[in-house]
């Protein structure tokens, strides 16, 4: 009886891998015939898909999403580029506007082609409260199909870190396939805070106090390194934005020789010729990111309270300071987080030394830029930092996380050579910030003309250069 069960279970699990087989198989060929149709239609372009399901959210992604559009463009006549977009309440006018306005980057709209996704929902984390990598992944499959499906491109570079949809398009799409990998979905600071049972936004606090959970997690998070792994080594060639996001690829995908570091682009260019407006009377701190969890923008706040008490005997001086929170927020999940941060601000009695200013333009940033003349950035394991070199373009002297983007490739402490701040805890930050507070101004200049000397590297133009030099190996197998 039992070997009758163990043959029926092989018999139906082989099956369904038969079915799933010859739909993979059709799907493929409906792909293929599908691109050949497109081909002789356009048969002197190359379509190269982008695949950014967040391509109108703001933030420092979509300006690389941008600037890489931008620099097609320039290079390339013979191409028609095709976005992959959730924001399907977005026209094309409406999302390049945006670009414009948030970015002060032009796109050409007669080269590009928005393709609208309707399963954007299946990526949100909301939908997966636990085993949220995983959920996410397998979305971003369906959402990556449902691409593939409407457009098969020649050329597809996903700029979001959605991995998962590499081999779907390689393999079944018959693509040339290249990434830009911003953060690592998962990386082994992640696995080590679970196995010492630290808390933190992705690691809850009854997981932390459960010993199986803890366990189960730290399984959990070895099989989907692998298989995050496998997918990863799909992309024929691979772009990462810092040394600490290029450690982590080169430890978990091992390709070294398709791996290439490609700085984010950062408006520095315009932004260290904008003139400071001084004021004796206010001390203008800015913090620039989006409203997402692990920005840890709570921290800031804290940071300001120690401040605070630190400044306990100069209540006048206390009077002059103000932090400034600019970032944007991409769904209800992001504004539901500002408001907790607005009640928190509350709590802490802070309200009148705290402003948030959300999606705001270009323009309005860049007279926060003027006017601020210190800035803080509090995320754990930055992958990069745009807003922490524009605010170091714009002589704004920054305390940043010690870890990371920022402690790796951003900023410099050492004696003679310093360019900005470190810290890691609140008591940290506020020590930081009083320091800058009561240097002179000599001191603060020395720092502040180290900054904007440091950041040309990471001009758009930088990126621009390294981006096309990375992506050749594509464009010389897909160009027809």
């Not at 934005?241 to 791996?259: A, D, M, Q, R």
């Amino acid at each position: 009886m039992f070997f009758k069960i163990f043959y029926l279970a092989n018999g139906i699990l082989l099956f369904f891998l038969v079915v799933f087989g010859l739909a993979l198989y059709c799907l493929r060929q409906y792909l293929r015939s599908r691109k050949s149709k497109l081909g002789d239609r356009n048969e002197n372009f190359v379509n190269v898909g982008i695949f950014h399901p967040y391509c109108n959210a703001g933030g420092g992604g979509e300006r690389v999403l941008w600037c890489a559009v931008r620099s097609l463009q320039a290079k390339y006549d013979n191409i028609k580029i095709v976005i992959y977009t959730g924001d399907i309440e977005s026209s094309p006018n409406a999302i390049l506007e945006k670009a414009k306005s948030v970015f002060n980057i032009s796109i050409e709209l007669d080269s590009v082609t928005f393709v609208y996704l309707k399963l954007r929902h299946w990526v949100e984390a909301r939908k997966y409260p636990c085993f949220t990598l995983l959920g996410q992944s397998i979305g971003s499959v369906l959402l990556g199909l449902e691409a593939l499906c409407k457009f098969p491109p020649d050329i597809y570079i996903d700029t979001m870190g959605y991995a998962f949809t590499l081999p779907l398009f390689r393999y079944i799409g018959c693509c040339k396939v290249g990434c830009y990998v911003h953060y690592p979905t998962i990386s082994t600071e992640m696995l080590r805070r679970v196995q010492q049972r630290e808390y933190s936004h992705n690691n809850h606090s009854y997981v932390v106090r459960n010993p199986f959970l803890t366990w189960l997690k730290v399984t959990y998070y070895k099989l989907f390194a692998k298989i995050y792994s496998w997918v990863g080594r799909s992309s024929e060639t691979i772009m990462v934005n810092s040394s600490w996001t290029e450690n982590h690829i080169l430890n978990l995908w091992g390709v070294p020789f398709k791996t290439h570091r490609v700085y984010p682009p950062c408006e520095v260019k315009h932004i260290k010729n904008l003139k400071r407006i001084e004021n004796p009377n206010k001390i203008i701190i800015l913090s620039v990111g989006q409203f997402r969890p692990e920005k840890d923008h709570p921290l800031q706040l804290q940071a300001m309270y120690e401040l605070r008490t630190l400044l306990t005997r100069n209540e006048d001086l206390w009077n002059k300071i103000k932090l400034v929170i600019v970032g944007s927020c991409r769904n209800e999940a992001d504004y539901e987080r500002l408001k907790n941060m607005q009640d928190l601000s509350k709590h802490l009695s802070l309200e009148n030394s705290v402003e948030f200013k959300v999606n705001v333009p270009y323009s309005e940033l860049l007279e926060l830029y003027k006017v601020a003349s210190i800035g803080v950035h509090t995320m754990w394991n930055e992958h990069f930092g745009i807003g922490i070199v524009e605010c170091m373009a714009a002589g704004i002297i920054m305390v940043a996380h010690k870890s990371g983007g920022p402690l790796l490739d951003i900023i410099e402490t050492s004696e003679g050579s310093q360019n900005g701040f470190l810290a890691v805890d609140a008591i940290e930050y506020a020590n930081c910030i009083l320091s800058i507070i009561y240097n002179s101004k000599e001191e603060n200049d020395v720092i502040r003309n180290a900054a904007r000397s440091s950041v040309e590297r990471f001009s758009e133009k930088e990126f621009e250069t390294n981006f096309l030099r990375a992506i050749i190996p594509l464009f010389n197998k897909g160009l027809k």
